[in-house]
């Protein structure tokens, strides 16, 4: 299941690297004006780093029981509920061997039709307020259908036909009394059997989460720096809370950001800017809820059209087209800036040396589960998979360095 342009898809977020910090896509004005805080410099309060907690909340019209996650999880892998038998949900969110999408630019639906759009991860996708990388879907029950229906994904011409199908089988009739108190199967408890199984999938076991929860020795030195970088420059004003996105409902922030915010000339030779997300008008820029940050290092390629395999080309080009950062061998040049009190004002840029973004990417890598790193550690790389890298610092096991065949970059590569 993906999300193709409007149709449908599980636009979770957090597979594909987006948004890495942008106030409404309005370029920042310079420090001292009122209530606005200039790029590269330390949100106003002390933030706050928190746990994801183990166990996402149902909705009270859909309690989860042992029986409807038992279902879910069926109609999760379920080929049935494509127009041909060959494709389920788990076809593009692969959660038995590891992260739970599908290592592709754009997934393959059925009659191997390519979608527009990146798949992102299925994991911690209950603890999101809103889904699909446009944001249009307000929960997972909503979000859920759409694939089944989308032509490009799995094709059914309805949901009524859905029903058809699972009330066929024998199996089905007795799961749906046992999860539901009685044997009605319709196209909305389908969807709401999928939407329980798939908040049960949490990564909680972060060396980040093991961090912040007072394991003092969870993070190496590098991953702290990065984690400090990750504060100190912006990326926490949309990438906050335990799941590392303003689209959580553990965090209540703005779900949207524009994309990109700054220097469109970096975006568009990666074709990012052809598709504008939930921008419906005929122009200007992007509009994209902000993914999750959760288990990113596992889940390349990024952005919405999945155009970067690299997660270190990833944070460079996030840095400078949200923050506005200089890069390394880039000079930190003076911005001039027309504040509100029509006072000509002068700030530098925040710059980011070659070792930053490697702690940056260090620090990320420390979001991946580590019973998920097992797993997909564990899986042969084919040729549409990244490869393992099993190198590992300080934190040893805390490490699942996860690089793409193009660059067989580790995060061990770090300056002096």
């Given at each position: 299941?993906?999300?193709?342009g409007?149709?449908?898809?599980l636009?979770?977020a957090?597979?594909?690297?987006l948004?890495?910090?942008?106030?409404?896509?309005a370029a920042p004005?310079?420090?001292?004006?009122a209530g606005?805080?200039?790029?590269?410099a330390?949100?106003p309060?002390?933030?706050?780093?928190?746990?994801?907690p183990?166990v996402?909340?149902?909705?009270?019209?859909n309690p989860?029981n042992p029986?409807?996650?038992?279902?879910?999880?069926?109609?999760?892998?379920?080929?049935?509920?494509?127009?041909?038998?060959?494709?389920?949900?788990?076809?593009c969110?692969d959660?038995?061997r590891?992260?739970?999408?599908?290592a592709r630019?754009t997934?393959?639906g059925?009659g191997?039709?390519?979608?527009?759009?990146?798949?992102?991860?299925?994991?911690?996708?209950g603890?999101?307020s809103v889904?699909?990388?446009?944001?249009?879907?307000?929960?997972?029950?909503?979000?859920?259908?759409?694939?089944i229906l989308?032509?490009?994904e799995?094709?059914?011409?309805s949901?009524?036909e859905?029903?058809?199908?699972v009330?066929?089988?024998?199996?089905?009739r007795?799961?749906?009394?046992?999860?539901?108190?009685?044997g009605r199967?319709?196209?909305?408890?389908?969807a709401?059997?999928?939407?329980a199984?798939?908040r049960?999938?949490v990564t909680?076991d972060?060396?980040y989460?093991r961090?912040?929860?007072?394991?003092?020795?969870?993070?190496?030195?590098?991953?702290?720096?990065?984690?400090?970088l990750?504060?100190?420059?912006?990326c926490?004003?949309?990438?906050?809370?335990?799941m590392f996105?303003?689209a959580?409902a553990l965090?209540?922030?703005?779900?949207?950001?524009?994309f990109?915010?700054n220097h469109?000339s970096?975006?568009?030779?990666?074709?990012?800017?052809?598709?504008?997300?939930?921008?419906?008008?005929?122009a200007?820029?992007?509009?994209?809820?902000?993914p999750?940050l959760?288990n990113v290092a596992?889940t390349?390629p990024?952005?919405h059209?999945?155009?970067?395999?690299?997660?270190?080309?990833?944070?460079?080009?996030?840095?400078a087209?949200?923050l506005?950062v200089?890069?390394?061998?880039e000079a930190?040049r003076a911005?001039?800036?027309l504040?509100a009190t029509?006072?000509?004002r002068?700030?530098?840029?925040?710059?980011l040396?070659?070792?930053?973004?490697?702690d940056?990417?260090?620090?990320?890598?420390a979001l991946?589960?580590?019973?998920l790193c097992?797993?997909?550690?564990a899986?042969?790389?084919g040729?549409a998979s990244?490869?393992i890298d099993?190198?590992t610092?300080p934190?040893g096991?805390?490490?699942?360095?996860?690089?793409?065949?193009?660059?067989q970059?580790t995060i061990g590569?770090?300056?002096p």
């Amino acid at each position: 299941m993906r999300d193709r342009g409007n149709q449908s898809g599980l636009g979770v977020a957090a597979a594909g690297l987006l948004v890495f910090a942008a106030l409404a896509g309005a370029a920042p004005a310079p420090a001292g004006d009122a209530g606005v805080v200039a790029a590269g410099a330390s949100p106003p309060r002390a933030y706050r780093w928190v746990a994801l907690p183990r166990v996402v909340p149902s909705p009270p019209e859909n309690p989860a029981n042992p029986a409807k996650l038992a279902l879910g999880r069926r109609l999760f892998n379920d080929p049935r509920l494509s127009r041909d038998g060959t494709v389920s949900c788990a076809s593009c969110h692969d959660v038995a061997r590891g992260a739970g999408d599908d290592a592709r630019p754009t997934a393959v639906g059925v009659g191997r039709q390519r979608g527009a759009r990146n798949t992102p991860t299925v994991w911690n996708a209950g603890f999101l307020s809103v889904l699909f990388w446009d944001g249009r879907a307000a929960s997972l029950e909503a979000q859920a259908q759409a694939p089944i229906l989308n032509p490009v994904e799995m094709g059914l011409p309805s949901g009524h036909e859905a029903v058809r199908r699972v009330s066929a089988v024998a199996a089905y009739r007795t799961a749906f009394r046992d999860a539901f108190g009685d044997g009605r199967i319709s196209f909305a408890r389908i969807a709401q059997a999928i939407a329980a199984y798939e908040r049960s999938l949490v990564t909680a076991d972060a060396p980040y989460d093991r961090f912040v929860r007072g394991d003092a020795g969870a993070l190496d030195a590098a991953q702290l720096r990065g984690m400090a970088l990750f504060e100190s420059i912006g990326c926490v004003r949309c990438h906050a809370g335990p799941m590392f996105s303003d689209a959580s409902a553990l965090t209540g922030g703005n779900p949207l950001r524009i994309f990109p915010a700054n220097h469109a000339s970096m975006a568009a030779p990666l074709g990012l800017l052809a598709d504008r997300g939930a921008n419906r008008a005929t122009a200007g820029p992007g509009v994209w809820r902000v993914p999750s940050l959760r288990n990113v290092a596992l889940t390349a390629p990024y952005f919405h059209n999945g155009a970067v395999a690299d997660l270190h080309q990833a944070v460079r080009l996030m840095a400078a087209t949200q923050l506005d950062v200089a890069l390394a061998g880039e000079a930190p040049r003076a911005h001039y800036w027309l504040s509100a009190t029509q006072v000509l004002r002068r700030r530098g840029r925040a710059q980011l040396s070659a070792r930053d973004v490697d702690d940056i990417v260090a620090f990320l890598h420390a979001l991946s589960g580590e019973a998920l790193c097992a797993r997909v550690r564990a899986r042969e790389p084919g040729p549409a998979s990244v490869a393992i890298d099993t190198e590992t610092g300080p934190a040893g096991a805390h490490r699942c360095g996860v690089v793409t065949p193009a660059t067989q970059r580790t995060i061990g590569d770090q300056e002096p």
